[in-house]
């Protein structure tokens, strides 16, 4: 036997199949020199550095478990999957924040019958989650069983988004209110359909447990970004796309936003592939539930979340009626874009270098009380500036930055903190629940999502603020929009933090034992 397939035998030996078509490539190329070898140490020598380049020209790291080869993502494909999640979060945030608003202010469908629409339709999603699990579970094709649902849930859910902000200027009545529940209930099927495989697939194109953990984290900030983009350009884009009529505008911006969902996905579907074969546990709600019964630090963290998430939701659906009826005036769109711009900034900038900087000097659950007082003292800030004649929004800089640098933070460490209940799981039940505790993830996100929108619904039931009153809300309308606003979050935030305190015992400590047990 020639000598290079005697190493290339030794190399598979080594570092198993997965970099198979590493050493084939090398094998080819010294084989041919094979003649001009002096020595066997030299041709050695040679094949090692040839083959270590190849690996380290694709891969910046190269980690080596037993006789396996794991490689970390290049660039690239972080830079992909980072894409992807902006553009989904774009859209969510796009329906999230601004539905309620176009169908009840701009075309004046009764404020409670969008809230009952928004939460129906929230919690039918919640529960489709699992079904569509189940669907992408058994889906087997030459593209993998995630990229192509990942395309045709993103092309489905970006004509939905599209048509649901293109109401027909000759429905209204009942017909609007059938329209609304018809288009957004079916936005929810759609974006399941995709948002299931694209947080589902990254064992499919990882390897490592860390590495799949800096992945998700590295979605979840990513997506944070797509929420603040939108948060903080859509209605200074919806004013000048529109000429100054809503309606078109939203029609406008949306198509813009429906397109650049499909591109982003496009690019991650292109540049993602999937290096591995993974089953998709696609859970139950009973499962869930199940899981979450059996391990008491995952509840603690999944309450927290919708806590965290009720106070959030609700502040970004009635901040915008605060602008146009309370803070007032022709222009009011400059004043709340300027605001969401400062607090789109700071979230980023939060996620991305305030808590790196703290977390050298502070333990996780440390930071996570930190943003818990920011947010708690930020919001108690706006309350007091609610009640003072307030001529400038810089003003209202100080309790942005508080909000918006808390919950950056916040999101990151939610993730962070599921990911180790996980571990805890493990030593506690002797099994992992990862697709399980993920998955409920999702669903209490969006249960929070619909409660808050039906909280912000009966606000403004309450209050009567519509456009019918935009000239003359009356001085009991305002206080009831800036109580619900700025109070009602401070009371979810303190129960939050109370519970959290008390039920959450996973320090970076109690981890290390866990893990080395």
């Known amino acids: 036997m020639r000598f290079a397939e005697i190493f290339k035998t030794e190399l598979f030996s080594k570092y198993g199949q997965k970099a198979g078509c590493y050493i084939n490539e090398i094998y080819d190329i010294m084989?041919?020199?094979?003649?001009?070898?002096?020595?066997?140490?030299?041709?050695?020598?040679?094949?090692?550095?040839?083959?270590?380049?190849?690996?380290?020209?694709?891969?910046?790291?190269?980690?080596?478990?037993?006789?396996?080869?794991?490689?970390?993502?290049?660039?690239?494909?972080?830079?992909?999957?980072g894409l992807g999640a902006v553009g989904k979060d774009m859209v969510y945030m796009l329906s999230a924040s601004y539905i309620l608003y176009y169908y009840q202010d701009i075309l004046g469908v009764n404020a409670v019958a969008m809230g009952i629409i928004l939460l129906?339709?929230?919690?039918?999603?919640?529960?489709?989650?699992?079904?569509?699990?189940?669907?992408?579970?058994?889906?087997r094709t030459r593209w993998g069983k995630f990229r192509p649902w990942l395309m045709i849930g993103t092309v489905t859910n970006a004509v939905v988004l599209y048509l649901m902000f293109s109401a027909p200027p000759a429905l209204n009545g009942n017909g609007l209110v059938a329209y609304a529940a018809v288009t957004y209930i079916l936005w929810g099927v759609t974006y399941t359909m995709?948002?299931?495989?694209?947080?589902?697939?990254?064992?499919?194109?990882?390897?490592?447990?860390?590495?799949?953990?800096?992945?998700?984290?590295?979605?979840?900030?990513?997506?944070?970004?797509?929420?603040?983009?939108?948060?903080?350009?859509?209605?200074?884009?919806?004013?000048?796309?529109?000429?100054g009529e809503e309606r078109v505008g939203f029609s406008r911006f949306t198509l813009i936003i429906a397109v650049l969902f499909v591109i982003f996905i496009t690019v991650t579907c292109i540049n993602i592939k999937e290096k591995s074969t993974v089953d998709v546990d696609a859970p139950s709600i009973g499962q869930m539930f199940k899981a979450l019964i059996q391990n008491d630090q995952a509840m603690a963290v999944v309450i927290t979340i919708v806590l965290i998430n009720c106070a959030i939701y609700t502040t970004s659906n009635l901040v915008i009626y605060f602008f146009k009826y309370d803070?007032?005036?022709?222009?009011?769109?400059?004043?709340?874009?300027?605001?969401n711009t400062f607090g789109g900034a700071v979230q980023i900038l939060a996620m991305m270098l305030l808590f790196p900087l703290l977390r050298k000097f502070m333990s996780t659950i440390r930071?996570?009380?930190?943003?818990?007082?920011?947010?708690?003292?930020?919001?108690?800030?706006?309350?007091?500036?609610?009640?003072?004649?307030?001529?400038?929004?810089f003003l209202l800089f100080l309790p942005g930055f508080l909000i918006f640098a808390a919950n950056g933070m916040l999101t990151v460490l939610t993730t962070v903190f599921l990911a180790n209940t996980v571990d805890y799981g493990q030593w506690k039940n002797h099994r992992r629940d990862e697709s399980v505790i993920f998955s409920m993830q999702t669903f209490v996100v969006k249960l929070a999502s619909g409660i808050s929108a039906l909280v912000a619904s009966l606000c403004l039931n309450l209050c009567n603020l519509s456009s019918d009153t935009s000239d003359g809300a009356s001085g009991s309308s305002v206080v009831g929009?800036?109580?619900?606003?700025?109070?009602?979050?401070?009371?979810?935030?303190?129960i939050g933090v109370i519970f959290f305190h008390k039920k959450y015992q996973l320090t970076e400590e109690r981890l290390k034992e866990i893990q080395e047990a």
């Open 367 to 393: 930071i996570f009380y930190v943003s818990f007082l920011m947010a708690i003292a930020g919001y108690a800030v706006l309350l007091l500036l609610c009640f003072t004649n307030m001529s400038t929004v």
């Open 31 to 81: 084989s041919l020199k094979e003649k001009q070898v002096a020595a066997k140490q030299t041709f050695v020598n040679d094949l090692m550095v040839s083959f270590e380049r190849k690996i380290s020209k694709d891969f910046k790291r190269l980690h080596k478990k037993g006789s396996g080869l794991i490689m970390s993502l290049s660039g690239k494909e972080k830079f992909s999957y």
């Open 481 to 494: 929009l800036r109580m619900t606003m700025a109070l009602f979050p401070i009371l979810l935030l303190v």
């Open 120 to 139: 129906v339709a929230r919690v039918f999603d919640a529960f489709n989650d699992p079904f569509m699990g189940v669907i992408v579970a058994k889906t």
């Open 327 to 339: 803070f007032g005036g022709d222009t009011w769109y400059n004043s709340y874009t300027l605001f």
């Open 194 to 243: 995709m948002d299931i495989p694209f947080w589902s697939m990254i064992p499919a194109f990882t390897h490592s447990g860390k590495e799949r953990e800096g992945l998700s984290t590295l979605g979840r900030s990513c997506a944070g970004v797509g929420s603040a983009i939108i948060t903080v350009i859509t209605m200074l884009c919806v004013n000048a796309l529109g000429g």
